[in-house]
């Protein structure tokens, strides 16, 4: 009773300060469903959707003290249906075999991979003598052959080699064939034939005509400023990114000046600030107007247009999306007379993202974002009603941009280094460098340009635009040549995110003593990650790699092949190694045949036939991994290229086999390759 009574007491003084926590529940809930190992059955979701319901009528027909624990069981209910519609929702064919052979079909993307090389995202798939059933909506081909210049809309055909996407490298890792789902990728491949039109370009659907659109204005600005310059311009406007190299993207990258690639939070907060100023300002200077009418709301809804305008030419992608729906919900808020940037705008955006996309709860962008977004709203609301004592106010708005980079810098930091695996050791001061001069030059002369564009005059805008550009790029090669420029990080335990979230989320939201709680549930997350183990053994799911955690770092079983899964081993172990150098820290053993001990278990990697061919009989101690088909008789565990496609990739310590299957189970994502 008593407990009942402080519960009661608690939730009274956190009246007014609770909405905040309703993207939290939400999240809850969609975060439970993918934590499943199987799909719940039908009865399940009706239980929820039910739970969700009733206690959304009692919240809103009988409010009482113990409306917000029951609004938060029903939004975690609602998440949890949520995000099991949505995977239903974009179900669709996935490829279970490896193909080779004629691909057609529609462009409706154009990207660049890993390794650089172009790469198409096809619908209207026809494949040789697959049934229309069996083929997927979607298939993304790298091109390493010769082709036309490709624009969307193309109708394309070529030979190429298709597969199912890719589960986890290791088990517990990221997994590409749940991204896959959600993208409605049901395949992806290579092909180093010519690629060809294969009939009239089909624009029937607007988003592919938008998307063409997209890229004429791309290639108009990089005609106009050549070189990285072009392609970092096409990449803030338009959303292209095919023109950046590598060598750029790696700089970026490790200056932590990358964000500025990605159209999100911060373009399109520079646009539409500028864009409500200059109206606002314009506005203001006309006596008669100003004096009747409501300008701040006319240059909020100028913002507005000019923010839908962006999205749709930018290709709206999830993180403008997510963008877009911030901004949207603070400009609203102009409208109605409420503070735009608050906790419950930023919740409002939270919100409609989650409902959406329930998905990208998952992914980094979600997670750098509203941690950023929120971070920087707490801060600065606590400075809201302090008076500035540091000195003249021409250091205001200096002070204002160290202290929003620092806090964004912080918040995001630990989710940046828990996804990629690296820390920018200077990464303050490249965005001190490059960020204001965004807001600054960079966004108002892209805002020029467009205004001059039916002149014919966009040129001076983009040279102005280029500038800026320029010293950004300038600044993340000088950053990178840095010594110690970048840190790599192991990854953390699975549990250390959600805990760092909830402490966080609990330190800026709660209200009261208690607020100091979060920073103990911080406190454990870094220690968990402190204390993280990397498994002794990886052994990739094709049983063609192998990886041994040693003295000097994972020492990998051959210097080429397989290299994005040599890549990701190394970078989750916080190793700066490349695949060749790791490699040579094996230096023992046949490369056809490796032994290594684990505990009292002896693992043998066999590769190739004639290896295979001399092993007949095995021990129960043993565990022999195979590249070829294999039948070898005795009690030991064998993992021929049949069974690791059932099992997926697997890690090997003196705690036992963990496989990938056993940790993800068996999802709408990955049964079909079962």
Known sequence: MRVLVRTEAALQKQRGYLFPWSP?????????????????????YLLLMTTAVAGFYRVLRHPDVWTPLIACISLVSFGFALAGARAHWVSGPVLDWRYYGPVEGRIIAIDRSASDAVRITLDHVRLNRVSPDEIPRKVRLSLHGSSPV???????MTTGHLSPPQGPVEPGGFDFRRHAWFLGLGAVGYTRSPVLR?????????????????????????????????GFAAAITTGDRSAVSQDTLRDLRTSNLAHLLAISGLHMGLLTAFVFGALRTGLSMIPSLALRAPVKKIAAIGALIAAAIYLALSGGNVATERAFVM??????????????????????????????????????????????????????????????????????????VVISSAVAGLATAPFGAAHFNTIASYGLIANLLSVPLMGILVIPAAVLAACLAPLGLEWVGLELMGAGLRWILWVAHWVSDMEGAQRRVM????????????????????????????????ILAFALWTQAERPGILIADTGGLIGVLTKEGRALSKPKGAGFIATVWLENDGDAADQTNAASRWADGSAKQRRITVGKMEVIHLLGKRAVAGVDQCKANQIIVTSVPASISGGCHLFDPQRLRETGSLSISTEGIKTAAQITGRRLWNTSSK
């Open 24 to 44: 939290v529940c939400l999240g809850i809930g969609i975060g439970l469903y993918f934590l499943l190992k199987s799909e719940p059955e039908w009865w399940a």
């Open 150 to 156: 490709l624009t969307p809309g193309d109708v394309v």
């Open 198 to 230: 294969a009939g009239p370009p089909d624009y029937a659907d607007w988003g592919v005509w938008i998307y063409r659109l997209r890229l004429s204005a791309s290639r108009h600005i990089q005609s106009v400023l050549p070189g990285e310059t072009g």
């Open 327 to 400: 901004v949207a919900v603070m400009l609203c808020a102009v409208l109605v007379d409420r503070r735009a940037l608050s906790l419950r705008a930023v919740a409002v955006a939270a919100m409609i993202v989650l409902v959406l996309r329930p998905e990208s709860l998952l992914g980094p962008g979600f997670q750098m974002s509203f941690a950023a977004t929120t971070a920087l709203i707490a801060v600065f609301g606590a400075f809201r009603d302090m008076e500035w004592s540091m000195g003249p106010n021409w250091l205001k708005p200096i002070f204002g």
């Open 491 to 522: 990854s953390p335990p699975e549990w250390t995110l959600p805990l760092l979230a909830i402490g966080f989320l609990w330190l800026m939201l709660w209200r009261g003593r208690l607020r100091w709680m979060g920073v103990g549930s911080a």
